[in-house]
């Protein structure tokens, strides 16, 4: 009963949310109630949430996430595991269908998060796309018989450069992905095996990377290659010269 005053409190504490607001871009799916999340960038690189419901009690709910999520950065934001919710203790005092509908606002924060970080990339990072990328999104090119995410970890620990773990952890990190294969291919093209001295990374030039995540759902491939180039806007304006991108939901790589 603590819990539930406690979800009403927070429900009353919650700036209204304009109806012109109530758009299905905004609509949480898979909520026993209606309710409505919209993030605002401001000036500083943070986020500003706002949420509405037609329940006060999921009200209550949104008015968590709203309260810990605002003030974040969009890149901060999509590298929160969805296991943060279990640490605020409410789920014991929830139904199953509260629980899921919980979850579903903290996924949707999450995306509108990653189309925030796709939508910074500026004309530079796009100039740099058609650099880094041609074909990148020729998912018949992918190497099927490259290792699994997890074996690839297991060989990084041991062989991988600076610049391959760095992609690796950027990206484990900003799109939590179920595959992820980094490939370093430099020692294929002649004159970049090995850099100029002085350079960052030798040998970690060109690369062939597979990422198989859930938060490319909705996202155009163009959108999803922007994702990828935003989280590792350092490695691409520097050592990184050529990057094969091969960008997938879990239910597109089912059907691969």
Same mark, same amino acid.
């Given at each position: !009963?603590?819990?539930?005053?406690?979800?009403?409190?927070?429900?009353?504490?919650?700036?209204?949310?304009?109806?012109?607001?109530?758009?299905?871009?905004?609509?949480?799916?898979?909520?026993?109630?209606?309710?409505?999340?919209?993030?605002?960038?401001?000036?500083?690189?943070?986020?500003?949430?706002?949420?509405?419901?037609?329940?006060?009690?999921?009200?209550?709910?949104?008015?968590?996430?709203?309260?810990?999520?605002?003030?974040?950065?969009?890149?901060?934001?999509?590298?929160?595991?969805?296991?943060?919710?279990?640490?605020?203790?409410?789920?014991?005092?929830?139904?199953?269908?509260?629980?899921?509908?919980?979850?579903? !606002?903290?996924?949707?924060?999450?995306?509108?998060?990653?189309?925030?970080?796709?939508?910074?990339?500026?004309?530079?990072?796009?100039?740099?796309?058609?650099?880094?990328?041609?074909?990148?999104?020729?998912?018949?090119?992918?190497?099927?018989?490259?290792?699994?995410?997890?074996?690839?970890?297991?060989?990084?620990?041991?062989?991988?450069?600076?610049?391959?773990?760095?992609?690796?952890?950027?990206?484990?990190?900003?799109?939590?992905?179920?595959?992820?294969?980094?490939?370093?291919?430099?020692?294929?093209?002649?004159?970049?095996?090995?850099?100029?001295?002085?350079?960052?990374?030798?040998?970690?030039?060109?690369?062939?990377?597979?990422?198989?995540?859930?938060?490319?759902?909705?996202?155009?491939?163009?959108?999803?290659?922007?994702?990828?180039?935003?989280?590792?806007?350092?490695? !691409?304006?520097?050592?990184?010269?050529?990057?094969?991108?091969?960008?997938?939901?879990?239910?597109?790589?089912?059907?691969?």
């Amino acid at each position: !009963m603590a819990r539930y005053k406690q979800l009403l409190h927070y429900a009353q504490q919650l700036t209204p949310l304009a109806p012109q607001l109530h758009t299905p871009e905004n609509k949480v799916r898979g909520c026993v109630s209606q309710v409505w999340l919209v993030g605002e960038l401001q000036a500083d690189g943070t986020v500003q949430w706002l949420a509405d419901s037609d329940s006060q009690l999921t009200k209550g709910l949104a008015a968590l996430l709203v309260a810990g999520l605002s003030g974040a950065t969009p890149e901060d934001i999509i590298k929160i595991s969805p296991d943060f919710i279990a640490s605020l203790g409410f789920q014991q005092a929830l139904t199953p269908s509260r629980n899921n509908g919980f979850l579903n !606002m903290f996924k949707l924060m999450q995306q509108k998060a990653l189309q925030m970080v796709v939508a910074s990339v500026g004309a530079k990072q796009e100039d740099g796309a058609a650099r880094f990328g041609q074909g990148a999104g020729e998912r018949g090119r992918a190497d099927q018989s490259a290792p699994s995410a997890q074996q690839g970890a297991a060989a990084a620990s041991s062989e991988a450069g600076p610049i391959t773990r760095a992609i690796q952890s950027k990206l484990s990190a900003g799109l939590q992905p179920s595959t992820l294969e980094v490939k370093n291919e430099s020692s294929k093209h002649a004159g970049h095996a090995f850099e100029a001295e002085g350079t960052a990374a030798p040998g970690e030039s060109h690369f062939a990377v597979k990422v198989v995540s859930s938060k490319f759902e909705g996202l155009s491939t163009l959108k999803r290659h922007r994702a990828v180039y935003a989280l590792l806007r350092e490695e !691409m304006a520097g050592p990184v010269h050529a990057m094969q991108l091969v960008t997938l939901t879990p239910e597109e790589a089912g059907r691969s």
